[in-house]
């Protein structure tokens, strides 16, 4: 078999020496050659680490610009209250101060995002309050002075006149309280019931067992270690206002802004430059953003915004916020015979553009029944306005909480009917032999294996001995849990799913193009936004193996509204599926090129030729063979050779819209609770996860782990809290306790794979699962190791007063606190 | 009139002399008068660590400390540990144990494992290492390859039986 490295070796000599030489080296080593030269499955190294871990990474405040204004936001200090008058002057006279601007002086603009449906009511978000505010921190003027600290030396001395009024903040008060929007009904900004049923209700009477249970969830900050940012510039040679911001949409927010400022599209240029982190913070468009491009238009002078921490916590855009009411009705075997759910979300003051607060009532409706066969089902999904900041699609987004609900109804079901609960699952879980299913909302599952994971997850954790482990521990006096969570997450939503949002835009396909240049090198371009996720090393695993080249030939463009064709960048799943798709179609066509080329030069049948090991090869002729870089030579500077009509150059475009791809796992995890304090340990976490063909394993498992442990902290330790009046009580990081290496153990995991049946690859999108799933597992080891106590936490976060009461022991006799 | 100070550091080997005003962090000097943008801010409170460095070899958060504190100091920052390309071997085994994602807080990460790697032995254990490492916060990486590079470094750096 021909080694890739040989490839690899020669190639380094007229590459960059050094670092790429012995990285190419490095990747063959590892790379699992089949001798079909696939990258798929490999743990390539990634690209990105090189710049990042010599700290050359390039994050929006690595940006700078001669003379640039910084910007300091002016926020409301109140949760609700008038603006009667907004005073600069003296703002105007600090030192370094250039400019304050308010509402009045950029035209009113706003942002508005639109549900085309009649159950929905839109609200318009003033870029900078107007006449009123609605949440603490809501913006209200900004100052634009020669750095950062004299902006903020302006912004305390802008003087705003505000009359407060009472907040709303909560969601079992919101209806009675004021109108966070005036006229706005009992504060609500979508109720919808769906998939009703007429048999549900007799079901519900006459099942042998009925359920009832009430859930709820805490509100969480996405909290990615870079906060928000941007810095505008007006560009007069290109005429276009150029934002390079932190985001995971740069067309998005591109359509953001040029809707606000009523602008064309084509005046706007959107770069997201190296994103630390979004998990759905950063997949809305934010009014600071939109603020500051007009600022930089208007003054024709670079402008940055940095966001700080407490902004982050206070100011951006938080999600989570869940209650859930719900009637099961099982047989007497543990069947899930009929589902009621009553789902309200917290959603704060406004729609964030362009997903609106619908985002998280329609996932959660749509999407409860899960894995799990629900023959009678009905929900009724609401948003509620309160005076906090507005939400945006949080890692996850209502899965969380909806598998959480799942897998507590499967416990509480099987402890009624004195069952074994895992029995319970396998006996709701739509198995083999049922796919594709279509459930009761209408969803169409493809296969995967969602009995086959819970099986392996059981019998591994058996065989490891965590259940004698958990015995021991509790004849040592130490309360200690095993819990479960199955479920299955619809990933990758191309536009046929997105069109029953009935979104104001609807997004869900991609585009790539990919090109060759003539020195057989290519560049790929997506409207993916990768912030993290090691797409410039996937999207290269993908592209390298349709051309037969090495994926350090393959360099991914991203991030800009001006290299490539529209996109919706990278949230829900979605990229490595539609993205690494379009990229792959694309790449398929440019191979062709290839292919007609070398049969051309070779006079051979073009289907006789092989890309591979940068190379074309001709099946059943030894000796041909002609490098892939003189393909491309000749492409470009000898096209007169070429027969006639060949197309010029070689590149191509290509798209993919999915309907969506269910990936699913099982993840079992062991804890403890500290008698004395209350505290739960998560000590042992197996997840078996099965998101079809796996492109990169390091990243999968990367992506995984990342995951769970923002399961476990929503599990057991984040809450952004408000108080009655509608302060944050959760402004910085002492307050909201993001976990350390400390609170997180290793986490083991197992693959399964079922191909997607949409996509040429067969990858699934698995961004979120671990997210989704650790929430139920955590929690139903804790109800586990308190199941002697008799009290069954159906909340998240639990927190260590929690499990102290339940052990009846309250917190004063701990701390004396 | 703006209070300012005339003074002098050395980053990573580099002589450095610049005015900074008496209320500028070092963190805000390393990364916009000097250029040192690989020092990132993630709190700007003194929790997250992303801002980490080494002042005359202790770990700092660089922006708890002024820049005039740092007259007359040695700074290390994450541009000083490759040599060229070659990344360091605590680098290499970020990389290779996937202890990066979106790379925000990878600096900060390294400098605190440089300083504990200078003081540890090769009996460092994960245990001890992931409570040193809880000095920082990663929203992306679970953590486990953070640990598992430090502790492949701190073995590699001291075999058993070396110190
Ligand atoms: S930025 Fe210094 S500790 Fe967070
Ligand atoms: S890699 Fe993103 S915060 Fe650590």
């Known amino acids: ?26 990747m063959a080593r590892e790379a699992k050659l089949d001798g079909h030269g696939t990258w798929i499955g490999a743990s390539v190294p990634r690209k990105e680490d090189g710049r990042m871990l010599r700290g050359s990474g390039r994050f929006v405040d690595d940006v700078e610009r001669y003379g640039a204004l910084h910007a300091a936001f002016v926020r409301s200090p109140y949760g609700s209250a008038t603006v009667n008058s907004i005073d600069v002057a003296a703002a105007t006279g600090i030192p370094g101060v250039h400019h304050v601007l308010t509402a009045a002086d950029l035209d009113n603009p706003y942002l508005l995002a639109v549900l085309e449906r009649d159950e929905f009511v839109p609200t318009t978000m003033p870029l900078l ?15 634009l002075a020669e750095d950062p600290y004299a902006a903020e030396d302006g912004a305390e001395a802008v003087e705003i006149d ?17 109108n966070v929007h005036s006229g706005l009904a009992d504060n609500c900004l979508v109720d919808l019931t769906m998939f009703d049923d007429d048999r549900l209700d007799g079901v519900l009477a006459d099942a042998p067992l009925t359920v009832e249970a009430e859930f709820s969830s805490a509100r969480l900050a996405a909290l990615p270690m870079e906060g928000r940012g941007c810095l505008a510039e007006w560009d007069d040679r290109d005429g276009q206002v150029v934002l390079h911001a932190s985001t995971q949409v740069p067309h998005q927010l591109r359509s953001g802004i040029a809707q606000a400022l009523g602008l064309p599209e084509s005046t706007v240029r959107v770069i997201a430059p190296d994103v630390g982190g979004g998990f759905g913070l950063k997949c809305v468009v934010g009014r600071e953003e939109v603020v500051i491009a007009a600022a930089a238009a208007r003054l024709r002078r670079p402008v940055k915004w940095v966001e700080d921490r407490q902004e982050n916590l206070t100011a951006s855009f938080h999600g989570h916020e869940q209650h859930y009411a719900v009637r099961a009705a099982f ?14 979300c917290d959603v704060g003051a406004y729609s964030a553009f362009p997903f609106t607060c619908a985002v998280e009532p329609l996932m959660a409706a749509t999407e409860l029944p899960g894995a799990y066969k629900v023959p009678a089902y009905r929900a009724r999904g609401r948003a509620i ?12 987004v209502s899965r969380p909480q909806i598998v959480l609900v799942m897998e507590r109804l499967m416990e509480k079901a099987a402890a ?3 069952l074994d609960p895992l029995e319970v699952r396998r006996r709701n879980l739509i198995s083999e032999g049922e796919f594709p299913y279509t459930g009761a909302s209408g969803i169409t599952y493809d296969e995967g294996s969602y009995r086959e994971s819970l099986d ?4 591994t954790v058996t065989e490891a001995g965590w259940y004698s482990e958990r015995d021991e521990l509790r004849a040592a006096g130490i309360p200690a849990g095993i819990g479960f969570s199955c479920f299955s997450e619809r990933t990758a939503y191309g536009t046929p799913i997105m069109a029953q949002r009935r979104m104001g835009m609807t997004p869900g396909y991609d585009t790539a193009h990919v090109r060759m240049d003539p020195t057989g090198e290519v560049i790929v371009t997506t409207g993916t936004c990768g912030h993290g996720q090691g797409h410039e090393t996937t999207f290269a695993q993908i592209v390298a193996t349709r051309l037969g080249v090495h994926p350090d030939q393959v360099r991914l463009r991203q991030g800009d509204t001006d290299l490539a064709a529209y996109g919706w960048g990278t949230f829900g799943s979605r990229s490595i599926v539609i993205g690494g798709t379009s990229a792959r179609r694309a790449a398929d066509d440019v191979a062709a090129q290839l292919r007609r080329i070398a049969a051309h030069l070779l006079e051979v049948d073009e289907s006789d030729v092989r890309l591979m090991h940068g190379a074309a090869t001709v099946r059943g002729v030894p000796g041909a063979s002609l490098e892939i870089a003189e393909l491309a030579r000749t492409a470009y500077f000898r096209a007169h050779t070429l027969p006639e009509g060949s197309e010029h150059g070689l590149e191509a475009r290509g798209s993919a819209d999915p309907p969506g791809t269910f990936s699913n796992a099982c993840h079992t995890v062991l804890v403890t609770a500290d008698p004395g304090t209350g505290a739960v340990r998560v000590r042992r976490y197996l997840v078996v996860e099965d998101c079809g063909v796996v492109i990169n394993p390091l990243v999968v498992d990367g992506q995984v782990r990342g995951g769970v442990t923002q399961g476990i902290a929503a599990a057991l330790y984040e809450r952004i809290r408000y108080d009655g009046d509608g302060q944050p009580n959760s402004a910085t990081l002492m307050d909201y306790l993001a976990p350390t290496a400390s609170e997180i153990c290793p986490i083991q995991i197992t693959h399964l794979e079922t191909p997607c049946p949409y996509t040429e690859d067969g990858a699934k999108g698995m961004g979120e699962g671990g997210t989704i799933g650790a929430p139920a597992a955590v929690l139903n080891a804790v109800n586990d190791a308190l199941a002697h106590t008799g009290v069954a936490m159906d909340h998240i976060p639990v927190r260590p007063e929690d499990v102290l009461s339940s052990l009846s022991r309250p917190l004063a006799t701990v701390g004396g606190t | 009139m703006k209070d300012v100070h005339l003074i002098s550091l050395s980053v990573n080997g580099n002589e450095h002399e610049l005015v900074v005003e008496s209320r500028r962090t070092l963190a805000d000097m390393l990364r916009h008068d000097l250029g040192y943008t690989g020092t990132h801010l993630g709190c700007e409170h003194g929790i997250c660590g992303a801002c980490t460095i080494l002042l005359d070899d202790q770990p700092v958060r660089a922006c708890l400390v002024f820049g005039v504190q740092a007259d007359g100091c040695e700074v290390r920052t ?7 390309d070659q990344l360091s071997d605590l680098q290499q085994a970020f990389s290779d144990r996937h202890g990066l994602q979106c790379g925000f807080c990878t600096p900060g990460f390294l400098m605190l494992a440089e300083a504990y790697l200078s003081e540890a032995d090769s009996s460092a254990d994960p245990e001890s290492v992931r409570e040193a490492m809880a000095s920082n916060l990663c929203r992306c990486t679970g953590y486990q390859g953070i640990v598992e590079a430090v502790c492949d470094v701190a073995r590699s750096r001291h075999p058993a039986g070396s110190t």
């Open chain 1, 1 to 26: 078999m021909t080694r890739f490295a040989v490839k690899a070796t020669l190639r380094a000599t007229n590459a960059p020496t050094g670092p790429l030489g012995r990285t190419g080296a490095r």
């Open chain 1, 129 to 143: 309050a107007e006449s009123e505010v609605r949440h603490a921190a809501e913006p209200v003027a900004v100052v």
């Open chain 1, 162 to 178: 505000f009359t407060p009024r009472q907040a709303v903040t909560d969601l079992d008060t919101a209806p009675t309280g004021p």
């Open chain 1, 331 to 344: 047989d007497t075997t543990g069947r899930l015979l009929g589902l009621a759910a009553d789902i309200r």
């Open chain 1, 385 to 396: 306005a309160t005076n906090k900041p507005p939400t945006a699609p949080y890692r996850g």
């Open chain 1, 416 to 418: 009624a009917l004195d």
């Open chain 1, 456 to 459: 392996l997850a059981e019998k």
């Open chain 2, 78 to 84: 994450v541009e000083g540990l490759a040599d060229g």
